[in-house]
């Protein structure tokens, strides 16, 4: 698996976005939330993830697309890591759900946390 993000694998499916949140199950390292669910696409795909900042906590769309950036960032970065031994399909969707603007060096230990305790939780089914 390369350390890329291409179009491909962005989620972007209003559908398949409803679903993961009715559906879908979450783990979290605080100030990041995960929520994922097992699915198939028809693009040969085996993950598709999305990223949000809460407009409430940040104001100005300045702030929420740096917090943005941040995350899918940390994420190209540590995908490789994480989930090279996983066969099954997963739709992702990775939250900001804390109150204060992160640095990158927050974001990516809290993205390794996170991609830890999902990998602990899928690989005991």
């Known amino acids: 698996m390369t350390a890329t993000y291409p179009k491909k ?4 499916s209003k559908k398949l976005i409803e679903q993961l949140f009715s559906e879908g199950q979450s783990v979290s390292a605080y100030p990041l939330r995960l929520v994922y669910l097992q699915t198939t696409f028809n693009d040969g ?3 598709k993830t ?3 900042v809460s407009k409430r906590n940040f104001k100005t769309a300045v702030d929420r697309n740096r ?16 989930f090279n031994n996983i066969t099954t399909h997963y739709a992702f969707m990775i939250l ?3 109150k204060d603007k992160p640095s990158f060096a927050l974001v990516e230990t809290k993205m ?4 830890e305790k999902l990998s602990n939780k899928v690989l005991e089914k």
Request: aromatic share 16%; net charge positive; proline share 0%.
């Open 96 to 98: 900001y759900i804390g």
């Open 50 to 52: 999305g990223v949000s």
């Open 45 to 47: 795909t085996q993950f």
């Open 67 to 82: 917090i943005k950036r941040l995350l899918r960032e940390a994420y190209r970065l540590n995908k490789a890591v994480y």
């Open 112 to 115: 390794k946390h996170l991609f």
């Open 9 to 12: 694998e962005k989620l972007k």
